[in-house]
C-alpha cells in the first residue's frame, strides 16, 4: 500500500532566477544556456510571480542567476519583495557591485542576506575559475559590501583547483569583517558537467580537503558552514560514542538528505518549475501555461520526488551496498540524477564516504576502548 504523501501549502523557500544572463563563465555553475527552452520571464511577469508567492505565504524569496545585478529592473523586482514580510536572499558574484548598488541595498526597509561567490583570492586562480578579469571586481565587490555593514555570506565551491587556499580565504573575509563562509563542492550538472575531471575532487584530494577543513574549523569555531561542515561535525560527535550504539539506533536509515520539492523549489528565468538550483532538466512546470501554486501541489514529477522521501538507503542507486548508512541521511540528489538519470542516486565520488574514512570504525572502537 502506497503511503500518504505529505504536501506543503506552499514551499517555505523558492529561488527565483530573474535572468540567465551572466558576466562570468564560471567553470562550476550549475546551469547553462542550452537549459533554458524559452525567453527570460518580463518584469511584469516576474512582479506578478512575486505578488502570487506572497499569496501563497512563500517564507523567503532567493534571487540569482545568471548574475542578478545584470537585470536591468533589479531594484524594482527587490522593492517588490520588501513590500510583503517575506525574508530575501540575493545570490550574486559581485563583480557588479558599485557605490550606487551598495547604498540602495542599504536603504532597504529589510537587510537581504547577500551569498557572495567567492573561491579564491588568488587572482590566477579566480580568473581560472570565473574568467579574465573577474579578480580584481569581485574582491572590490565583496570589500565594499562587507565595509558599509550589510549581510554577507560567502559561498565557496570546493574544488581541485582551489581546496588548498581555504585558509587564505578564511583570514581574507575575516579581515573585512565577514563572520561565516559556506563551502560546497561542484554539482555535477549545467556548465559544470563540461569540467567534472578538471573540478571535481579525487579521492586523494577530498580527504586532504577535508582534513585542511577540520584544521580551519578547529581554529575559527562556527566560522565554517555548509554541507561538508555539518557531516564533519556529525562525524565528531560519533567518536564521543560507541559504533554499537549508533549501528544499533541508526541500523535503518532512511534518505532525508534533500528539500527539494518537499519546502523548495526554484523557478528557472524562462519560467520553469524545478525541484532545486542543481536540477533545470527535471521539470515539473511552466508558470506561463500555469500557476505556480498549481505546479507545486499537482506535478506528477514532484509528487515522485516527495515518494522518495523516506526510502531506505538501501534503495538508493549507488547506496545500496554502503557500510555508512548508519551515518548518512543520504546523496544531493540533484547530481546524481544528472549522472544517471536516477532520483535519488549517490554521486561518483561520495564525500560522506570519504569523510568516514577519516573517522573510520577502527578510530570509535578505539574510542569505545578507552570508555570502557
Known amino acids: 500500500m502506497m503511503k500518504a504523501i505529505k504536501i506543503l501549502s506552499a514551499p517555505i523557500s523558492v529561488t527565483l532566477m530573474i535572468t540567465r544572463r551572466c558576466n562570468l563563465r564560471c567553470l562550476h555553475c550549475g546551469t547553462s544556456s542550452e537549459q533554458f527552452r524559452r525567453e527570460d520571464m518580463t518584469t511584469k511577469k516576474l512582479l506578478s510571480l512575486i505578488d502570487e508567492l506572497a499569496r501563497c505565504k512563500v517564507f523567503r524569496i532567493s534571487l540569482t542567476g545568471g548574475e542578478p545585478l545584470i537585470h536591468p529592473h533589479f531594484f524594482k523586482i527587490v522593492n517588490a519583495i520588501m513590500q510583503y514580510s517575506m525574508r530575501m536572499q540575493l545570490d550574486t558574484n559581485a563583480t557588479l557591485v558599485t557605490e550606487k548598488v551598495v547604498e540602495r541595498l542599504k536603504e532597504l526597509p529589510r537587510r537581504p542576506l547577500i551569498s557572495v561567490s567567492l573561491d579564491s583570492i588568488v ?30 555570506r560567502p ?79 556529525f562525524y565528531r560527535k560519533l567518536k564521543e560514542g560507541t559504533l554499537a550504539d549508533i549501528e544499533e539506533t541508526n541500523k535503518n536509515r532512511m534518505f532525508r538528505n534533500c528539500g527539494a520539492a518537499r519546502v523548495q523549489a ?38 515522485a520526488i516527495r515518494e522518495c522521501h523516506g526510502i531506505p538507503l538501501t534503495q538508493v542507486h549507488g547506496c545500496e551496498d554502503c557500510s555508512w548508512h548508519h551515518l548518512c541521511r543520504g546523496p544531493c540528489p540533484a547530481g546524481g540524477y544528472a549522472m544517471t538519470g536516477i532520483w535519488p542516486a549517490a554521486w561518483p565520488i561520495c564525500p560522506r564516504r570519504e569523510i568516514g574514512k577519516l573517522f573510520g570504525k577502527e578510530a570509535v572502537v578505539q574510542e569505545s576502548r578507552k570508555v570502557s
Not at 520553469?272 to 499537482?298: E, K, L
Open 155 to 233: 559561498f565557496m565551491v570546493l574544488s581541485r583547483l582551489n581546496y588548498r587556499e581555504l585558509p587564505q580565504i578564511v583570514e581574507f573575509i575575516k579581515s573585512i569583517g565577514i563572520k561565516q563562509i559556506f563551502i560546497t563542492m561542484p554539482a555535477p550538472c549545467g556548465r559544470a558537467l563540461r569540467y567534472e575531471k578538471e573540478m571535481t575532487l579525487q579521492p586523494n584530494e577530498l580527504r586532504k580537503a577535508l582534513e585542511t577543513i577540520l584544521l580551519v574549523d578547529d581554529s575559527n569555531p562556527g566560522f565554517l558552514t555548509g554541507p561538508w561542515t555539518y557531516m564533519i561535525s
Open 123 to 152: 587572482a590566477e586562480t579566480c580568473n581560472r575559475i570565473r574568467g579574465p578579469g573577474s579578480f580584481i571586481n569581485m574582491k572590490r565587490g565583496i570589500r565594499m559590501l562587507a565595509e558599509a555593514g550589510l549581510r554577507v
Open 266 to 303: 526554484t523557478i528557472a528565468s524562462d519560467g520553469t518549475v524545478v525541484p532545486c538550483d542543481m536540477s533545470y532538466t527535471y521539470r515539473a512546470g511552466n508558470v506561463h501555461d500555469q500557476p505556480f501554486v498549481d505546479i507545486w501541489r499537482n506535478s506528477t514529477m514532484f509528487n
